[in-house]
């Protein structure tokens, strides 16, 4: 962020402004200017939570994937052929090629988008004499067949196993965790609900905006005190509905600064001139640090003054969070 004191108030800019978000203070919702013009808002869609199974082709596996089908999840299997696996799991599942006793088959792609991984894979064992394609003499449960192990059991369920896990671990998020917008991998539904919110709306002159680099999101800009402004922010469009973290102690950051301070402002409230939980925290210069925000250390404020007797935070219903760069912190 750059420094700037003079220049002239942009009213096609505040335009823009206020039709993107449908609100501005002072005026209320101006929803329908949106709606005609062509500019609603686009909530992002919910991604589905899919569960990995490996193992999925053995006979419990087989079990397990009808199971989670017949209760509407998503089933992703870890298969060794594909053209085996389809013939006994059918095509509506998604399959994916791997072993676990070859790492570097264990890619990122098959953790993509898992909630939970269910591990059902073991060695396989089989008749002495051996068996048919579909190994129909292991599954008959009739008749009695000299058994052997096939497969090393260390390498399957000891070193297997372990590679499994690193591989999973490498990519899933840590349990517990919710992951509320990933800038490093920059979607157009993120674009859609994030825009600038500067002093504009307040008849200021800084200008600021949200790029999507390859890595995240890229937050630049002037903040200039003329026409009685002084700050820059980035926010989203209101949650509908809104995000309940009650479950949850407080907000993460991951970001990379550029020494100054800046305000995490979190609202639960959708009233878009109301009061803000603000968290101020330093940055580092080009390096990037991650910044914990508990919701018990939020400070209620409204237009930049503290509210001594504020209600606390609601971590139930968050309607919008919003960073900003200010010339001045609170009660100046």
């Not at 108030?9 to 609100?23: A, S």
């Not at 929803?31 to 005609?36: F, G, H, P, R, T």
């Not at 508990?294 to 509210?307: G, Q, S």
């Amino acid at each position: 962020m750059v420094e700037q004191e003079k220049g002239q108030w942009d009213g096609g800019r505040f335009l823009k402004t206020l039709t993107y978000f449908g609100v501005v203070p002072f005026i209320g919702n101006i929803s329908w200017i949106q709606n005609l013009l062509g500019m609603g808002k686009k909530q992002p869609q919910q991604k589905p939570n899919i569960i990995l199974v490996v193992g999925a082709t053995g006979g419990v596996g087989k079990r397990v994937v009808k199971r989670l089908q017949q209760r509407g999840i998503t089933v992703r299997c870890l298969v060794r052929d594909i053209k085996r696996a389809r013939t006994i799991l059918g095509n509506t599942v998604e399959l994916i090629e791997a072993d676990l006793t070859i790492p570097e088959t264990l890619t990122s792609a098959i953790f993509e988008d898992i909630t939970a991984i269910i591990c059902c894979s073991g060695t396989k064992v089989q008749p002495v004499e051996g068996d048919t394609p579909n190994r129909e003499k292991y599954y008959q449960g009739i008749k009695f067949y000299l058994p052997e192990v096939v497969d090393v059991p260390e390498l399957v369920e000891y070193k297997g196993i372990q590679n499994l896990i690193y591989a999973a671990s490498q990519t899933l998020k840590k349990a517990g965790d919710k992951i509320i917008f990933d800038f490093t991998k920059p979607t157009e539904e993120i674009k859609e609900i994030w825009g600038a919110l500067d002093d504009i709306v307040m008849g200021g002159i800084s200008e600021s905006s949200l790029k999507l680099i390859p890595d995240g999101g890229l937050f630049t800009g002037y903040v200039s005190t003329a026409n009685s402004g002084g700050f820059v922010s980035i926010r989203n469009r209101n949650f509908e509905p809104a995000l309940n973290l009650s479950d949850y102690q407080g907000i993460e950051l991951r970001v990379k600064g550029d020494g100054k301070r800046y305000k995490f402002i979190i609202r639960c409230n959708d009233g878009w001139d109301s009061v803000g939980y603000c968290y101020s925290f330093d940055t580092v210069y080009n390096i990037p640090i991650t910044i914990r925000i508990p919701f018990a250390e939020l400070i209620p404020v409204f237009r930049a003054k503290t509210i001594n007797d504020g209600k606390p935070f609601d971590s139930s219903q968050v309607f919008s969070l919003q960073l900003m760069l200010s010339k001045f912190e609170y009660d100046g």
